[in-house]
């Protein structure tokens, strides 16, 4: 049971933590103003390790690589922890954790657009005035806009965001059947 209660404590920090540097890139992509209430937060949480990373990683081609690199440093201390609490060799992994931790990232990524648009979408129907409802649009527009151009709009209703909710449980059904064959 302590390893359950661990294995869960570790699932839930390292996943937040990794989808908060995620957010931080995709504020970053997005343009987000960074005097928005959720870039701070974000921002806060995050230079801790992100600013140090600037020093040794500089951005290239319009992509905060420090960024990226911390999110996936972040999954393979997490696979290194998973590994440890297991009684596992990490040493011996490490190779495949290397490899696991960049789909870890890749799942992190898509996990948080589900989490952005399904948030955007109760924010649509419960309180569009929210403080954070313009960040959360700012965000989903780049994923919802190519799909609003092809989708008719139903009866006035906006289906795009469900659609793109279906398109990232199919990437996470693909990501997971990648990290089963790389085990």
């Known amino acids: 049971m302590f390893t359950e209660i661990v294995q869960f404590l570790l699932d839930i920090v390292f996943t937040l933590f990794g989808m908060a540097l995620l ?19 974000v921002f806060q949480i995050t230079d801790w390790l992100v600013r140090p990373l600037r020093r040794i990683i500089p951005g290239f081609g319009g992509i905060d690589w420090a960024t990226l690199i911390a999110a996936w440093l972040t999954a393979v201390i997490y696979l290194v922890c998973r590994t440890l609490l297991y009684e596992g060799d990490p040493l011996g992994f490490l190779p495949v954790i290397l490899a696991i931790a960049l789909l870890h990232v890749l799942k992190w990524g898509i996990s948080l657009i589900m989490w952005v648009t399904l948030l955007m979408a109760i924010l ?3 309180n569009p005035h929210s403080p954070v409802a313009p960040a959360i649009y700012h965000l989903t527009e780049p994923l919802l806009r190519p799909l609003r151009r092809v989708l008719p709009r139903l009866g006035g209703f906006d289906i795009s965001p469900l659609i793109l909710f279906v398109i990232a449980q199919i990437l996470l059904m693909v990501i997971a059947r990648l990290s089963l064959g790389s085990v």
């Open 23 to 41: 957010l931080r890139l995709w504020m970053q992509l997005t343009r987000l103003p960074s005097r928005n209430p959720v870039s701070q937060g």
């Open 124 to 126: 649509s129907w419960v």
